[in-house]
């Protein structure tokens, strides 16, 4: 049997290149090693721990789907479909809420950064990382790619299952991590501090994969740089310049060496003016699909509407099975 791969994006923000290069192009790969069965889902019940305006919410489900498919998620490969279509993900969320200890949902760094910015801290962003399991244990996923960022969550997904298997007997598949080391995490050009981020106030923190080539280039030219002007890779020393070296070398599949070189002597300018070309390059077959497919939305909901019914037949056998173990009639 295969080994199954599960991923997903929430549709909250606007996906920008950290998502694309710390997550989706490595599903990619994936996909087209073709010795996997993939699985990727648009978390739309993760979008609404934080409040969402439905219209957009909406349109965002839609964009993501999309952007899935303009990537090339490719649903004769994958099953592409969206959370809430497939009502087991918010069941089994409900039964591992029930072994979740409460300090482990309280200790999570993304639950701690994101109640802060919250006026007044709701159930559900507290019990986010339990639905993230519920989806990851209900397709018996062996391996999970994501960024650093969501290590934690897969933590505590393989904490669940080992506690539901050891208190019910051998259900889930307990999963791992795969983490893609040069695009791990992508930092925000405003601020190289913090992670790019799709929810980011300021929209030069990020590049969005819809954001047309002007916009591009004027994020990169007001990108934050180091103080010194050297084109050198040195996290500790030259945050800025490290991180868009990065996304330099991601783009243009080059070596961070062979762009070091290339660029010995010169400036912050030149070096600028070239990244956002790379990027612009890097971006524009995927943006040419997205305008095709933004054209036929009828069919890219009947490609979602065939994922959830193929995912509902994984879904429904491992939840009979988990009702049977809890006791349930
Ligand atoms: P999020 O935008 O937090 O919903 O994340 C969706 C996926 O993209 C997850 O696998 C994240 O780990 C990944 N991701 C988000 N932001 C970045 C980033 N700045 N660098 C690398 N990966 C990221
Ligand atoms: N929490 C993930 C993120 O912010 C999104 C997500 C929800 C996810 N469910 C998942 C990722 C299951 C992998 C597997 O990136």
């Known amino acids: 049997m295969k080994k199954v791969i599960f991923s997903g994006i929430a549709p909250s923000g606007t996906i920008q290149i950290g998502n694309y290069l710390g997550a989706i192009k490595q599903w990619i790969k994936i996909q087209e090693s073709g010795e996997f069965r993939t699985i990727f889902c648009v978390v739309d019940e993760h979008a609404i721990t934080i409040p969402q305006d439905p219209e957009k919410l909406r349109a965002k489900i839609m964009e993501v789907a999309t952007l899935y498919l303009a990537t090339g998620i490719n649903p004769e490969k994958s099953l592409i479909f969206i959370q809430s279509h497939v009502s087991d993900h918010a069941e089994l969320n409900w039964i591992l809420n029930t072994i979740t200890p409460l300090g482990e949902l309280q200790r999570m760094t993304q639950f701690k950064d994101k109640s802060q910015k919250q006026k007044s801290i709701l159930a559900g962003l507290l019990n986010y990382p339990t639905l993230m399991a519920a989806d990851i244990l209900l397709y018996q996923t062996d391996l999970v790619p994501v960024g650093e960022d969501q290590l ?3 933590e505590l997904t393989r904490m669940l299952a080992k506690k539901f298997n050891a208190q019910f007997g051998e259900t889930f598949t307990v999963p791992e991590p795969m983490i893609n080391k040069t695009g791990a995490r992508i930092m925000g050009l405003d601020n190289p501090e913090h992670k790019m981020s799709k929810s980011a106030e300021n929209p030069n923190n990020y590049i969005a994969l819809l954001d047309p080539p002007e916009i591009i280039r004027k994020k990169i030219k007001v990108a934050v740089t180091d103080s010194s002007s050297e084109i050198k890779y040195d996290k500790e020393k030259k945050p800025a310049v490290s ?6 070398g991601l783009f243009a599949e080059k070596t961070i060496e062979e762009i070091e070189k290339k660029y010995q002597g010169k400036g912050y300018s030149e070096f600028k003016k070239d990244l956002a070309e790379v990027i612009v390059e890097g971006l524009a077959p ?12 009828d069919a890219v909901m009947a490609i979602l ?18 009702r049977q173990k809890i006791g349930f009639i």
């Open 152 to 154: 934690q969550h897969i």
């Open 243 to 248: 991180n868009l070296l990065a996304i330099y």
């Open 286 to 297: 995927l943006q040419a699909r997205y305008k095709e497919l933004e054209k036929n939305p």
């Open 305 to 322: 509407k065939k994922g959830a019914e193929k995912a509902k037949e994984t879904a429904s056998q491992t939840m009979s099975e988990v």
